[in-house]
């Protein structure tokens, strides 16, 4: 990490699991991910959940998103860095907005983003989330609350329900509604274990360009961390032993070289 | 083009239209922009519809694919490649396979596929492809052969009847169906537009990285031309005035410095 840079503020939801740095959330794990590939220093700022929408309205957090009814919705998560600007810190939400700020304002050592492939990037995200992550995000939602801490689990389950117009014990069932996500989850890996070995010339290859990640691979990595702290046991204990352990590799070459929780 | 390389062969499929040099399809497109992107001495070698597969095994140059039978198929763009071995050229059928040699035999004086891209480009590709050439897709293919020389359009229409399953007048009749056609393309091309400019901070962008094309850029443009070469009137008329100009403006910038056929 730069010496000469002041530490850098993530606002993040603890979950109950110290193992894992008490971090859970995919789009948190895609910012530290990321904030540790630019060797950035930082620190983390714990808010529960409902504690969310006023702890960024005090530090003038930009809200992410709006409501139906055009109130502003605030999520993390949320950068402050101190860095560019001594008279007020830059903020930013979202952690695909995150992304792009620290590849412009921190382009060295490495892109995140090289030959502006942001776009290219952005659609490779999509393609594997649609074919392999979403036939199980349901499940996964659902097991989340099980991480979280006391004070943020009665919040995310009323919201989650109101979401997804269903009770929390409902979001995917053992049984045949659970055996199906996972045989798609399966199937949809497969196709882009396929894409990506197709690139490599039939070889196995990791990541989506060379043999170092890029932010989609990163991406890639926050979402099987995510499986891997929520459902160790429903689902990452199946995904680890598909396509010859290639998604435990993906995870763990992102993870030992970026995955410190500071 | 580079004076110490022998001239490259591309075989391709005469149309009847001297305008645009006698060349119709977006495959062959991408291939000559590609190589005229690179720089690369070339020559056309026209081949008719029916002769296709006696000149592809005449030359050794290797199927594209295989029939349901097993037996080959033998399609165009094939490059035939002196310069790598003086023994004998390399022979590389299929648009996609020819750009990946390209690029690797030939890296300057642009790369086609930036920081090894070629992963990410064809899942863009696929993208734009499925929102916005996808819905008129049949109706262009139905308007192919009235642009074909005399000696390949029984063939063209007797196999592409046989892969639809209908007769070629009824690709896509005026009427609803076509005006459906066209307005899914006009909202997909809508949404590609958007995409495209979410890149460029929200201004005019008309390449996928930066502002010169990639390969990607060049596989768009040559679904343009393709567009404009086998309905002018029909389609690209109505294009050309959507979304401010702007495909003309993409098809323009690429065909201007990339589109001459030798």
Redesign the interface.
Known sequence: MSSQLLPITLYDIPSRNAAYGNTWSPNMWKTRYALNFKGLPHKTSWVAFPDVAAKMQSIGAPPSDKAADGSPIYTCPTLSDPNPSSSSPALITDSWLIALYLDKTYPSPSPLF???????????I??YETLAIGPVEELLVGLVSKQLSDASIPYFVETREKAFGKKIDDFCPVGPERDAALAAMQEGLGKVAE??D??GDGKEKLF???DEP?Y?DLVFASSLIWIKIVAEEEVWSKVKSWHGGRWERLLDAVHEKYGKVY
Do not use: D, H, I
């Open positions: 090289p030959a502006s492939s942001a776009l290219l990037q952005e659609t490779w999509e393609k894409l990506l197709k690139n989506c360009t060379g890029v989609a």
